[in-house]
């Protein structure tokens, strides 16, 4: 009897359990309910922490950041996911929702992206911006991987590849290439020490968690098609979102960028 | 260590476990139970999350939940908010993708019970419902055990489903396995090391709790 007994009071403690579990969290939905939701590009990921930051003790309110691959986003709000502000990392983004109607307006521009090659330490590669090396690098063996993000829906990733293409290294590296989901992929991919090296986004490559573990190299900007980075408030922003949409043309949020490696907007 | 992300797998595994009990039950009970022709088929279908890689998955349910399909349009109109990139569009996949976690042990268990029990209850005068809750079940209760404790454990590690109709928004769909693959990119190793090893413990202990369930049967018989 006494078996029976334990066995039923697995089973009933398993359903208080489950039970309980399900019911709690609609009060912690309730709560995220206040700070609006933003889609960033991943290159944002450490300047835009940093201007949050500075935005909260300014004002008191709070955002949500999720960073991703542009082209994600873009999908992404077209199916009805709640963001209420796009920083994309290519326009063409933006104004493709803002025609399909999901943008309040075409947005601004809120700054440049600048390409870097980055080559962890201890990697053959040499740290040229103009990509000279990397063509004969692929041939001789000496990059066996090679990071960029994906050029299909990453913009870094399809400035990487007009890069590469224009230091006549493409043919050479394109079948060495590893590629990012989004360009914070591939630049983890990139300093990894799993690759030989990667090009990636500046504000990305300056970053504290980068340095120490690799060089890198600014990509001179002759060398693709400039990555002006748009943003614009989506149709459900409200009023948190519209002030931080404020802040980031801001000087405080401008300055930040630029010391991430931005260049400046336009 | 992203706690926000935790108690979001915890809540969403115990949405899944919650609606997919009563369902296990039921139509695991059917399948050890009837014969009917096209049987392996029905079986079949409800195995197939096993084998279906996750974004396949997650593709087919962005293109029938999205907000270009008419069930993701009508969900809009009723509930105010899209079912895609929001928790009830995890429930949704969760469940789906665990129906084979839910019923199979639970229906091994029923097809251990041997048929005359079935009918010894019905010559006694007990409905098919008192049947399953006083005879049934009891015996059976190592396979729902199992069933509850693996559903839990493989919704807190369900990945690329979430990540395609999820899309990573913190406190509605950043689960602690999105947690981690965002941690891995925000170059954090640390963050992503504590987040791993609280599922390998979690995992750990679900794993431990089923081969325990089953000793104890075997121990004492059914």
């Not at chain 2, 022709?37 to 999350?49: R, Y």
């Not at chain 2, 429930?91 to 019923?103: C, D, G, K």
Request: a positive charge.
């Amino acid at each position: 009897m006494a078996i029976l007994r334990l066995r039923r009071a697995v089973v009933r403690g398993c359903v208080a359990c489950a039970v309980m579990l399900a019911a709690f969290p609609v009060a912690l939905a309730a709560v995220a309910d206040a700070a609006p939701l933003v889609a960033a590009a991943a290159d944002l990921r450490f300047a835009l922490d940093e201007i949050a930051a500075d935005f909260r003790r300014a004002t008191g309110h709070d955002v949500r950041i999720v960073y991703g691959s542009s082209g994600n986003f873009r999908r992404q709000i077209a199916e009805g996911a709640p963001f209420e502000l796009f920083l994309s990392a290519d326009e063409a983004y933006v104004h493709a929702l803002a025609r399909e109607g999901f943008l309040a307006d075409e947005g601004v521009p809120y700054a440049t992206g600048r390409l870097a090659l980055v080559v962890p330490e201890g990697s053959p590669l040499k740290l040229d911006g103009e990509l000279g090396d990397l063509a004969t690098a692929a041939g001789d063996g000496r990059v066996r991987r090679f990071a960029i993000a994906n050029p299909e829906h990453a913009p870094y990733g399809r400035a990487a590849r007009e890069a590469l293409q224009k230091a006549g290294a493409w043919d050479a590296i394109r079948d060495r290439l590893v590629l990012g989901e989004n360009v914070a992929q591939a630049t983890q991919f990139a300093v990894s020490g799993s690759t030989q090296g990667g090009i990636v986004a500046l504000s990305l490559a300056r970053s504290p968690d980068v340095q120490g573990r690799a060089r890198f190299v600014v990509i001179p900007e002759r060398m693709h098609a400039p990555l002006v980075q748009r943003m614009a408030l989506t149709r459900r922003a409200q009023s948190t979102a519209r002030e931080f949409y404020a802040w980031l043309r801001g000087p405080q949020a401008r300055a930040v960028l630029a010391r991430h490696g931005f260049g400046a907007p336009g | 260590m992203d706690s926000a992300a935790l108690l979001l797998s915890l809540k969403l595994a115990a949405c899944t476990v919650a609606i997919l009990a009563p369902v296990g039950i039921f139509v695991a009970r059917f399948l050890a139970t009837r014969h009917f022709a096209g049987k392996p088929f029905v079986e079949a279908a409800f195995a197939l999350p096993l084998v279906l890689p996750p974004t396949v998955l997650g593709f087919y349910l962005l293109v029938a939940l999205g907000g270009h399909s008419p069930l993701g349009r009508w969900y809009e109109a009723a509930f105010g908010h899209p079912l895609v990139f929001t928790f009830d569009g995890l429930v949704v996949a969760s469940v789906i993708f665990n129906l084979p976690f839910a019923i199979q042990p639970v229906q091994r268990a029923f097809e251990a019970i041997p048929d005359d029990l079935r009918h010894a209850a019905a010559c006694c005068g007990l409905t098919d419902l008192q049947s399953l809750w006083r005879i049934e079940l009891p015996l059976a209760w190592t396979g729902l055990v199992t069933a509850w404790v693996l559903t839990f454990a493989h919704t807190l590690g369900e990945f690329g489903v979430v990540l395609m109709v999820g899309g990573s928004i913190p406190g509605e769909t950043k689960t602690i396995a999105i947690a981690i693959y965002d941690r891995v990119q925000a170059f954090d190793e640390a963050g992503a090391g504590i987040m791993s090893a609280v599922l390998l413990l979690l995992s750990m202990v679900a794993i431990g709790i089923t081969f325990l369930a089953s000793a104890t049967r075997r121990r004492h018989g059914r």
